[in-house]
């Protein structure tokens, strides 16, 4: 199943070079401290986020909506939170339009990003194979995973087909605390 797991995220954002390493990037791959004296809730920035900030407006109504508070939320909101990533969002944020990922990896700049270990894999590959997410999106079950097992507080994207969903949230967040963890809250900015 683990080969699995990997090769449908792997097929989906290429090679894995940067599990467990640091990405040689100005980016730094922060390790969780055995203790954290928390001063700030922390906030995984899904690349849908980054995406809704960095595109040109768009003509859709709902799009466009999401847009402006998603702008609202980085603007008004995003300093009372530890802003963390991971390599799978810097990852997928480069992908496309050179200068449209550029403008995405210029807003990741000051964000931490946390390693992808072996539970993120573990966690992710259960999310999948036990049906909270389906197969075709196991990136996105790794995100949730990654922000899990590093103990953030809130997942925030506009993926609302398969992270911000509201038919899958209870089964992903049961099978998170069968696995021993304390499920992220899964949200929108609108709900941030």
Known sequence: MRALIIGAIASFIGFLPWVGRGSGRSHKIIPEPLSVMKMQPKVYVETSIVSYLAARPSRDVVIAGHQQSTRDWWETRSQDFKLVASQLVIQEASAGDAKQAQQRLSLLTHVELLATNESALTLAETLVSRGAVPEKAAADALHIAIAVTNGVEYLLTWNCKHIANA????????????Q?????????????
Do not use: F, H, K, V
């Open 167 to 178: 038919s899958m949230r209870s089964n992903i967040e049961r099978l998170c605390q069968a």
């Open 180 to 192: 021993g963890y304390e499920p992220t809250i899964i949200c929108t900015p609108d709900e941030l």
